[in-house]
């Protein structure tokens, strides 16, 4: 796989699963909206598929070095956290990402009432996760062909792989020339932003790890049987 780093730019419609991703965050089915939300959701949708944009960049690095609780890049950027020597026990490259929706600031305005708010939040959320997927797809079709596979997606703030990693990311991707900046806590900008990594292994590796293994709410929270494991 080819190790430059990549920037691809997508419209929210040409983007699949959308609609699966926005069910998880509201429970709402475009096919069966319920009429005293249904302009409210389509007005939102229409507001954020018209005026934003996506901005995907990514990464594919071979590991230098891997203790008890980091992973080295070739580049020197390091990830930290005590499970990733056993996420990327059989990789020998990661896939480093960053998923920004620019344009979502500006459509938010104090003056909408929370109904509007929640729906605009949701479908933001909603077409970061569908990109990420998209991704996530494409990746694996790349490797596929070089007869390896992905891991799943493992995101900063995920369990024993601390917020903090989302400066290494940074460090690696350089996405500050597409706008896209980082809080000292950490935050993305554009607040609608997702960032991680797969690891890169043989096809026929047994252990895939998913961050839904490890977490508490795993018992009852939706992403465990819509989404998560799509990335």
Not at 44 to 52: A, M, S, Y
Not at 208 to 227: Q, R, S, Y
Request: hydrophobic share 35%.
């Amino acid at each position: 796989m080819h190790t430059e780093k990549k920037i691809i730019k997508k419209q929210p419609n040409e983007l699949f699963m959308f609609d699966t991703f926005f069910k998880k965050l509201t429970g709402v089915e475009l096919e069966d909206i319920p009429e005293k939300y249904k302009d409210y959701v389509l007005e939102t949708q229409k507001k954020v598929k018209d005026n934003t944009e996506l901005v995907i960049f990514y990464k594919c690095e071979n590991i230098e070095t891997m203790d008890e609780d980091s992973v080295t890049l070739e580049s020197g950027v390091k990830y930290t956290g005590e499970l990733l020597p056993r996420i990327l026990k059989n990789s020998k490259q990661v896939v480093t990402c960053l998923i920004a929706l620019k344009g979502y600031e500006e459509l938010r305005s104090d003056k909408d009432d929370v109904t509007t708010q929640y729906f605009l939040d949701a479908w933001g959320s909603a077409y970061v996760e569908s990109a990420q997927a998209w991704l996530g797809n494409y990746i694996e079709c790349l490797l596929e062909s070089e007869g390896k596979m992905r891991t799943h997606l493992w995101s900063p703030g995920q369990h024993k792989f601390d917020l903090s990693n989302q400066r290494a990311i940074f460090d690696l991707l350089q996405p500050e020339a597409e706008g896209c900046g980082l809080t000292d806590s950490y935050m993305m900008t554009p607040i609608k932003s997702g960032s991680g990594f797969w690891g890169v292994t043989d096809i026929g590796t047994k252990e895939m790890l998913l961050p839904c293994d490890f977490c508490k709410c795993a018992e009852k929270c939706p992403t465990v049987k819509i989404g998560c494991a799509e990335t």
